[in-house]
């Protein structure tokens, strides 16, 4: 989308992370949690922690303790301990580079795997999240607030090697300009044409 190139032209995955793993750890920790405490976080977490063997072998209630800011720490503790279990005993301790077989890893859906493949692997995927879901309905793109549909009709529409980039943008545009409760419509360049604009 021309539009979304303009108002993103330079796209890309606000999660620091120096390996797959991490980058799988880190989005774990992002649900219902800003990239940003997300990067507060896992800045000291791994230091000492940064591998699968790492947090197998931590303990439950110190991983919590580590992750508290995040919210939901003991869900997330527990899904990152359960996910490194199985890296570690199915993949020999290495993320593996195949969406399907992320999709086995426990605590993994669609959207966490759709991310490790595009900015990991340098694959094709479009991860639907709220802010993509969000921006896509807004734009008239999608009808739908099912995240699966939606990266169905989004992956219909746009070719392929468009879908990580796509992803990207609409994530920072959601995040930046066309916020959940106060969208920024006045900077925006959809705003003749969107049907929601409040300009
Ligand atoms: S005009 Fe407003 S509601 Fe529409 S896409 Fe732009 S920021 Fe979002």
């Given at each position: 989308m021309k539009g979304l190139d303009i108002m993103v032209p330079d796209p890309k995955c606000e999660l620091e992370h120096k390996t797959p793993f991490e980058l799988l750890v880190a989005v774990i920790l992002s649900a219902q949690c800003t990239d940003k405490r997300v990067n507060q976080v896992t800045q000291e977490l791994f230091k000492t922690h940064s591998t699968p063997a790492d947090f197998v072998k931590i303990s439950q209630g110190e991983l919590e303790a580590k992750i508290?800011?995040?919210?939901f720490y003991r869900n997330k503790a527990k899904a990152i301990k359960e996910m490194s279990a199985d890296v570690l005993t199915r993949f020999g301790g290495q993320v593996p580079a195949n969406f399907d077989d992320l999709l086995t890893l426990a605590g993994v859906g669609r959207k966490t795997a759709n991310v490790v493949m595009a900015e990991a692997f340098g694959g094709d995927n479009l991860a639907v999240d709220t802010h993509v879901l969000r921006v896509s309905n807004r734009l008239g793109l999608v009808s739908t607030q099912d995240p699966n549909k939606c990266e169905e009709e989004l992956c219909k529409i746009f070719p392929k090697k468009r879908w990580s980039r796509l992803h990207y943008q609409m994530v920072l545009f959601g995040r930046?300009?066309?916020?959940?409760?106060?969208?920024?419509?006045?900077?925006?360049?959809?705003n003749r044409e969107c049907p929601h604009s409040r300009v």
């Open positions: 508290h800011s995040c919210g930046y300009t066309c916020k959940a409760m106060k969208p920024e419509c006045e900077k925006c360049v959809f």
